[in-house]
T-cell receptor, first 112, second 111 residues
């Protein structure tokens, strides 16, 4: 079944830890995105990718980094997590032909 | 960049009531989507509607691109309709395929 998967769904970690949030899609989409959302607030784009080996920063400054080595995989990494990184992170993907975006279930990150 | 305003910010209904949510945007758009964010945080696609009218069951949406607004209609609301409804747009002529989100409408449907 075509879908978008994110792991972990929930993560509680201590300050200074390195973490990677996983996102995979079986939709066959070229474009992938990471959004950050604080509780009750709108989504902000932090990273996007047009395809393999393509990554761009979004509108909201973020200390995270991303990679796109495989079409279906778009992980997000925080080298040293801080309490200010506490948020929900949502991954999305879309086709090249038109930009209807589909979202994964999200990862709720809490940094203590 | 493009501005997206949603109204009302909050809406409380009794089960069975109808409602209209509005999305205004400040520039021409390539793409407009409506989403429902459920209590678990997942965004569910409702409509991809850069122009025209679409219907899906009790929900329908209309986008009047020339006047820069979109409306989401919910009829015979149910408690499961509760959550946040987001409008998101991609600015016309943009090459980055980026969606800009509104702040959302928090809908509460009481039994």
């Amino acid at each position: 079944e075509a879908d978008i998967y994110q792991t972990p769904r929930y993560l509680v970690i201590g300050t200074g830890k390195k973490i990677t949030l996983e996102c995979s899609q079986t939709m066959g989409h070229d474009k992938m995105y990471w959004y950050q959302q604080d509780p009750g607030m709108e989504l902000h784009l932090i990273h996007y990718s047009y395809g393999v080996n393509s990554t761009e920063k979004g509108d909201l400054s973020s200390e995270s980094t991303v990679s796109r080595i495989r079409t279906e995989h778009f992980p997000l990494t925080l080298e040293s997590a801080r309490p200010s990184h506490t948020s929900q992170y949502l991954c999305a993907s879309s086709r090249s032909s038109y930009n209807e975006q589909f979202f994964g279930p999200g990862t709720r990150l809490t940094v203590l | 960049g493009i501005q997206v305003e949603q109204s009302p910010p909050d809406l409380i209904l009794q089960e069975g009531a109808n409602s209209t949510l509005r999305c205004n945007f400040s520039d021409s758009v390539n793409n407009l989507q409506w989403f429902h964010q459920n209590p678990w945080g997942q965004l569910i696609n409702l409509f991809y509607i850069p122009s025209g009218t679409k219907q899906n069951g009790r929900l329908s949406a209309t986008t009047v691109a020339t006047e820069r607004y979109s409306l989401l209609y919910i009829s015979s609301s149910q408690t499961t309709d509760s959550g946040v409804y987001f409008c998101a747009v991609e600015q016309w002529g943009g090459s980055n395929y980026k969606l800009t989100f509104g702040k959302g409408t928090l809908l509460t449907v009481n039994p």
